[in-house]
Nanobody, 124 residues
Framework: QVQLVESGGGLVQAGGSLRLSCTAS????????MGWFRQVPGKEREFVAR????????AYADSVKGRFTISSDNPKNTVYLQMNSLKVEDTAVYYC?????????????????WGQGTQVTVSS
């Protein structure tokens, strides 16, 4: 079955960096886009970044643009989210997701597969 497994979360001070990884298995993802979302308790899941599996097209939420970078390593079936200049408001559970839809890739409901999430906590 399809599995997306995130890793790399943790506790970091404001201004610091973390790199999240998402390793995919169970099917071919060559026609998929991979996204990162985040969620805090009581709020909806929020789009962070997305990348087409071949790495050709990326997009970012305005709140992370210039600080976060999404990338892919196809031979390793892994997508990364490099997070720099972290802020307290970046604290959330971060989820990796996959979709074969072309449009609406900033919308969580359009994603078919999800990882279990990894906690990122940024302290002041």
């Amino acid at each position: 079955q399809v599995q997306l497994v995130e890793s790399g979360g943790g506790l970091v001070q404001a201004g610091g960096s973390l790199r999240l990884s998402c390793t995919a298995s169970g099917r071919t993802f060559s026609n998929y886009a991979m996204g990162w979302f985040r969620q805090v308790p009581g709020k909806e899941r929020e789009f962070v970044a997305r990348i087409r599996w071949d790495g050709d097209i990326t997009a970012y939420a305005d709140s992370v643009k210039g600080r976060f970078t999404i990338s892919s390593d196809n031979p390793k079936n892994t997508v990364y989210l490099q997070m720099n200049s972290l802020k307290v408001e970046d604290t959330a559970v971060y989820y990796c997701a996959a979709t074969n839809k072309v449009f609406g890739v900033r919308v969580a409901a359009n994603y078919d597969y999800w990882g279990q999430g990894t906690q990122v906590t940024v302290s002041s």
